[in-house]
């Protein structure tokens, strides 16, 4: 079945290094790719979005490009911040109605 | 504010009691989806509606139940409780024709005592 796959965490980084978050994915057809952020006690938050081969979603220094020959979404940001720590999600959905498909998330800590 | 209600935000209550926990979607999102976020079980997929209907089933126990009311609504039972369902269930909304991910509540934290 479709699933999608992340790096474990948690990720440890000092204020202003480079990120990036592995994330691949399994799916028939042609998904859309998300990240989703959950800040310490919240909910959910769409971070970025790509909807086919190539595309890059980009918001808020993140960026992530839907790459199709390696199923991959790798999340990066050039300067991460200590207000960016939090749990990142990866996920995929097939249609509008479908329901998403979340990997199990990935822990990043960033320090002063 | 994302747009999607959850009440309460918080409940305790006792082994084998049960308890009723509340979603008003987005304005104009047909679709809800409910999910229990556990320490040690990560995101896992409850169960959706769409337009009132039933349209997917995840690892949802015998002893959850849920529905989607005309308004859109939807409440998620959780029955005959037991330590282990002490959890955040967050419930979504989304499928306006779009793909565009769902957008969530702020979910509602169980505490099993």
């Known amino acids: 079945g479709d699933s999608v796959t992340q790096m474990e965490g948690p990720v440890t980084l000092s204020e202003e290094a480079f990120l990036t978050i592995n994330c691949t994915y399994t799916?028939?057809?042609?998904?859309?790719l998300f990240w989703y952020v959950q800040y310490p006690g919240e909910g959910l938050q769409l971070l970025l979005k790509?909807?086919?081969?190539?595309d890059k979603g980009s918001n808020k220094g993140f960026e992530a490009t839907y790459r199709k020959e390696t199923t991959s979404f790798h999340l990066e940001k050039g300067s991460v911040q200590v207000s960016d720590s939090a749990v990142y999600f990866c996920a995929l959905q097939k249609g509008p109605t479908d329901k998403l498909i979340f990997g199990t998330g990935t822990r990043l800590q960033v320090f002063p | 504010d994302s747009g999607v209600t959850q009440t309460p935000k918080h409940l305790i209550t006792a082994t084998g009691q049960r308890v009723t926990l509340r979603c008003s979607p987005r304005s104009g999102d047909l679709s809800v989806y409910w999910y229990q976020q556990s320490l040690d079980q990560g995101l896992q997929f409850l169960i959706q509606y769409y337009n009132g209907e039933e349209r997917a089933k995840g690892n949802i126990l015998e002893r959850f139940s849920a529905q989607q009311f005309p308004d859109l609504h939807s409440e998620l039972n959780l029955s005959s409780l037991e330590l282990g369902d002490s959890a955040l269930y967050f419930c979504?909304?989304?499928?306006?024709?779009?793909?565009?991910?769902?957008?969530f509540g702020s979910g509602t934290r169980l505490t099993v005592v």
């Open positions: 799916a028939t057809g042609y998904p859309s």
């Open positions: 790509a909807t086919k081969a190539d």
């Open positions: 979504a909304s989304g499928g306006q024709g779009i793909i565009d991910g769902y957008t």
